[in-house]
């Protein structure tokens, strides 16, 4: 699987759609700290403000996003971390598969990294910025990435936004705590609050609105949900090595469920010997029994892992050439 299948989904089909009711969101928050910081009274009245203003002329049981539509020009920042997210790889793969840009979340992007931002939620340093964006410029080079998922983020887009919430405060992302916290609670049209980590109950069942737009695939590593892991949508202790499993996630990082145990295996690097692509570290692919780097357009395959887009080869052939598809298959031949 592509590190980034499961997030390109939800960024591309159900971000979209975050902002309405029916999402699932987690269970329901703990109760605040005694003394909230100013950081967060300012939220809570930037928040109701906005809900007042929404709410004119409407119905008072109406559902409002818990991030306001923006009024006005964005954010400088935003608009430059956004145009990198979202703008150019939407123009490069435009221009990859001969047809005109689709819609970008770009605008979405904008509206909820700048109310984060003047909110005083989060810090967002404009030279980490500017890294991201030449990173995404580097990564979007040619065709060969191009696969009807999202791409890969580059390491220098991760982490970029610094939560300022200190436990117990209100919040509506967990890019908005301090590193460590979660935003426990928060959905896409409701606020939450800053906690540690869960000891037990149902974990990754909700959407992070925040997240989810500025493409933070990863975000859990610096604001986990649970103590130890989430294994089967439940906060559950991580697994000793030598004990019993069922799958690696419950194993914790750094180690795998071999054989019904949990085995402590560190990624390897490249030019190591391996056996699946999940002994390799982020980024390599297991062929030939050696981690090495994904192909590049034109490189021989065996499978999709081992490109940085697609294989493509005839059905029934077992190898094919490393290259780049714009559309997944049923759509390709509908059209």
């Not at 410029?137 to 610094?162: I, K, N, Y």
């Amino acid at each position: 699987m592509r590190s980034t299948s499961i997030f390109a989904v939800l960024a591309s089909v159900v971000a979209p759609f975050a902002l309405t009711p029916g999402c699932r969101r987690d269970e329901a928050p703990p109760a605040p700290a005694p003394a909230a910081s100013a950081s967060a009274d300012a939220l809570d009245a930037a928040t109701a403000a906005a809900a007042a203003a929404a709410s004119a002329g409407k119905g008072a049981d109406e559902v409002k996003p818990v991030y306001p539509v923006l009024q006005g020009e964005p954010e400088p920042a935003a608009r430059k971390l956004c145009a990198a997210l979202h703008e150019l790889p939407n123009r490069r793969r435009a221009e990859c598969c001969a047809g005109g840009a689709s819609s970008s979340l770009a605008a979405v992007c904008e509206g909820v990294v700048t109310a984060a931002l003047r909110s005083g939620a989060v810090a967002l340093d404009d030279a980490a910025v500017d890294r991201c964006a030449q990173a995404m410029d580097r990564a979007h080079q040619g065709c060969d990435w191009v696969t009807p998922l999202s791409s890969d983020l580059p390491a220098e887009c991760e982490g970029l936004l610094a939560g300022r919430f200190a436990e117990g405060d209100r919040c509506r992302s967990s890019l908005e705590c301090a590193e460590g916290l979660r935003c426990h609670g928060a959905g896409p049209t409701s606020a939450g609050r800053c906690g540690k980590p869960r000891e037990g109950g149902a974990c990754n069942t909700g959407v992070d609105v925040l997240a989810t737009y500025a493409r933070q695939a990863h975000y859990d590593q610096a604001h986990p949900e649970c103590a130890g892991v989430c294994s089967q949508h439940r906060c559950q202790p991580t697994l000793a090595a030598g004990a019993a499993c069922k799958a690696s996630a419950a194993c914790g990082a750094g180690s795998r469920c071999v054989a019904g145990h949990c085995v402590a295996k560190a990624p390897k690097a490249e030019g190591e010997t391996c056996k699946d692509a999940l002994d390799c570290d982020a980024g390599l692919h297991c062929a030939g029994g050696v981690c090495q780097a994904k192909g590049g357009e034109g490189a021989a395959c065996e499978r999709d892992l081992d490109c940085r887009g697609v294989c493509l080869k005839s059905k029934g052939q077992a190898k094919g050439v490393c290259g780049h598809r714009c559309n997944v298959d049923w759509l390709s031949k509908a059209r």
